[in-house]
């Protein structure tokens, strides 16, 4: 008979074995905060125009070399449930801005370890939070980026209209005034919907039957070609017989297989994509001002060229000597462009280089001096937490971070508002932001402070963590391993 060892008494009795069970401000909201401080620490060197790159090897042994926070955190795959939340949080300003990830890291961050010297000098966790406060068109997928390898960042050239790393299918390569006929459907012969059997029984039948195939694909290409269309996009196969008559009625022909590529490309055109081969209508048919083939590098490409510069998208051809800086450079542009999208939203813009921060310091600090008990300490804390920013960038510009918040602070109280830290001088300096033309958007900085505020406060109201014993179950096979090496033993 075994043993029955009884379970201690408390909360553990009413969980299965195998739980754990967390609480207290020792064992959850410390662990919590030392969990995201962690987290935010990692990306904090990161942050800023001198901040390190990081090299991340993410579980599909894929390389990233970048300072961008928002891939940082995809790639690692954070475990921890309180450090997830700023995760969750960084990955909302990312859908909402574009932008400033790394700020919702290091802000929630700063704001944690403030609000922990607040606990351990026997704050309660309500009055430190309840001082924390709560909570144009346009399209970012019109913006293509197009990378080949080869040359350098220099060579890069923006496009108005849409670039495939493709080879065009037939003997045409290049169309001027092309009207573009496209097919979601493969350019071969029509397939009957139910399954048939044809009994041949002569030579000439057989002859007879090939000969009425051709002479239907010759009249579906040649009702093609007599709408005026002269480039055919196809998102399935190419057949032989199709390919020789499309060369015959010099119709230039295209494949590509991502569908979203074809929605794109009909938006670029204009064309509406038909899921038969049927001649086009000239509403059904796009227009563009060229498409080619050409050489980038030792790339084909071909290029659906608009002469105009009011075409619904454009394609920024990347260059690069190495993959992991292309991937980096259009990391870079999808943030240019996202700030572009907040600006058709909210035309607002306010000092970068820490200006803002330290004047938003300033303010709640000579807030906090007129309010009465408590609350006074966490609304001081919560300003000073504001001073991580421009502490931050001093640190990865190598110059001293307490010298540069005590120039930025004088000059502020002096009513220099957009005042920040000067990056490129060797000693702790300071400049007017505006004059420099170093700007942040409004919005940008709203929904960061917001969503990392949020995020900490989270965090904070944490006292318990119950961690449920992990589903049992065959553990996945560790590393990558040949199929053929058990024979072997």
């Known amino acids: 008979m075994a043993l029955h060892v009884p379970k201690a008494p408390g909360f553990a009795q009413m969980l299965k074995d195998g ?29 800023g125009p001198n901040g390190m790159n990081k090299m991340v090897i993410n579980h599909l042994e894929k390389l990233f070399v970048t300072n961008d926070a928002a891939t940082i955190l995809r790639e690692l795959e954070v475990q921890h449930p309180a450090a ?7 990955h909302m300003q990312e859908q909402e801005v574009g932008d400033g990830t790394n700020f919702v890291l290091v ?14 000098i026997g704050l309660s966790v309500s009055e430190v939070i309840s001082i924390f406060p709560d909570s144009g068109h346009f399209n970012v997928d019109n913006i293509r980026v197009c990378k080949i390898l080869g040359s350098g960042i220099h060579s890069s050239s923006v496009l108005h209209g849409m670039v495939f790393k493709k080879e065009t299918e037939g003997d045409v390569t290049s169309v001027k005034d092309a009207k573009i006929a496209v097919y979601s459907c493969p350019f071969d012969g029509t397939i009957t919907e139910t399954k048939g059997t044809v009994l041949i029984k002569t030579a000439e039948e057989l002859m007879n039957f090939s000969k009425g ?35 015959k009625y010099n119709v230039m022909l295209v494949r590509l297989n991502s569908k979203w590529d074809l929605r794109r490309l009909c938006k670029t055109v204009g064309a509406t994509a038909l899921p038969r081969l049927t001649p086009p209508v000239l509403e059904e048919m796009g227009h563009c001002d060229s498409v080619y083939l050409s050489e980038v590098g030792d790339t084909q490409v071909v290029v659906f060229k608009h002469e105009k510069e009011d075409g619904a998208i454009s394609t920024i051809v990347l260059r690069g000597s190495t993959d992991n800086l292309m991937d980096d450079i259009e990391r870079a542009v999808d943030d240019g462009v996202n700030t572009f999208k907040v600006l058709t939203r909210d035309k607002r813009l306010v000092p970068g280089g820490g200006a803002t921060e330290i004047e938003l310091a300033k303010q709640i600090t ?25 502490r931050a960038l001093a640190e990865n510009s190598g110059v001293k971070a307490n010298e540069v918040i005590s120039k930025l602070y ?16 060797e000693v702790p300096a300071v400049k007017d932001m505006l004059e420099a033309g170093i700007l942040d958007t409004y919005l940008g900085k ?20 119950i961690m ?3 589903a049992g179950g065959p553990k996945p096979p560790s590393g990558k391993k040949d199929w053929d090496d058990d024979q072997k033993d």
Not at 19 to 33: D, Q, W
Not at 372 to 381: R, V
Request: with cysteine; charged share 20%.
């Open 84 to 90: 997830k939340m700023i995760v969750m949080a960084s």
């Open 213 to 247: 195939e051709e002479n239907l694909m010759d009249a579906q290409v040649k009702a093609i070609a007599d709408t005026g269309a002269n480039v055919v996009v196809t998102g399935g196969k190419v057949a032989d017989m199709a390919l020789h008559y499309a060369n």
């Open 366 to 390: 000579s807030y906090g001096e007129t309010c009465p008990g408590l609350e006074q300490y966490a609304i001081k804390k919560f300003a000073e937490a504001f001073e991580v920013i421009p």
């Open 107 to 120: 802000f929630a961050g700063a704001l944690l370890e403030l609000a922990e010297e607040l606990l351990r």
């Open 446 to 465: 709203y929904w960061a402070i917001k969503l990392a505020t949020n995020a900490a406060v989270t965090v904070l109201r944490v006292d318990q963590i």
């Open 19 to 47: 739980a754990k069970h967390f609480s207290g401000l020792e064992e959850a909201v410390y662990r919590n905060i030392q969990a995201c401080k962690e987290l935010a620490q990692t990306t904090r060197t990161a942050y």
């Open 468 to 470: 449920a014993k992990p």
């Open 410 to 425: 004088a000059v502020h109280q002096e009513g220099n508002k957009n005042v920040g830290l000067d990056i490129e001088a």
